[in-house]
């Protein structure tokens, strides 16, 4: 991300880029009261969920997928492949009972979890 006034590089960390997105404005969408609408991914109630989930569903999924397409021994393949596994079942388990990862609103969560699922599910497709 950089930053377009300074013409300087703000951040490269994905997870700081969709933090910070969460705070521009895209301007107006057009509302009947002229006001613009701005869909919070990062919710003050739900702050402490959100990261709660960030933290496993990284080590788990997003680097656990990126720790198996990088392993060089069985070993470390198998490690990050049970990692997968298991993060794969408790996603399973939370959205059995609810739409989104941190209830019913979709968060950053569930957007940071999106590119990894997606190219998950691509890799199962080509099997």
Do not use: H
């Not at 300087?8 to 969408?29: C, H, P, T, W």
């Not at 613009?36 to 990284?58: K, V």
């Not at 680097?63 to 470390?76: D, L």
């Amino acid at each position: 991300m950089i930053d377009k006034k300074t013409k300087k590089i703000v951040s490269n960390e994905s997870a700081d880029i969709v933090r910070m997105m969460n705070s521009l404005s895209f301007g107006e969408n057009n509302l009947e009261d002229g006001g613009s609408e701005r869909y919070d991914l990062y919710p003050e109630d739900l702050t402490n969920l959100i990261d709660e989930t960030n933290e496993w569903t990284y080590q788990l999924l997003n680097n656990g997928v990126y720790r198996c397409g990088f392993s060089t021994t069985q070993e470390a393949y198998d490690n990050a492949s049970a990692d997968v596994r298991n993060g794969m079942e408790k996603c399973e388990s939370i959205l059995s009972n609810q739409p989104f990862l941190c209830g019913d609103k979709f968060t950053e969560a569930d957007l940071r979890l999106l590119p990894t699922l997606l190219s998950k599910s691509k890799f199962i497709i080509r099997r």
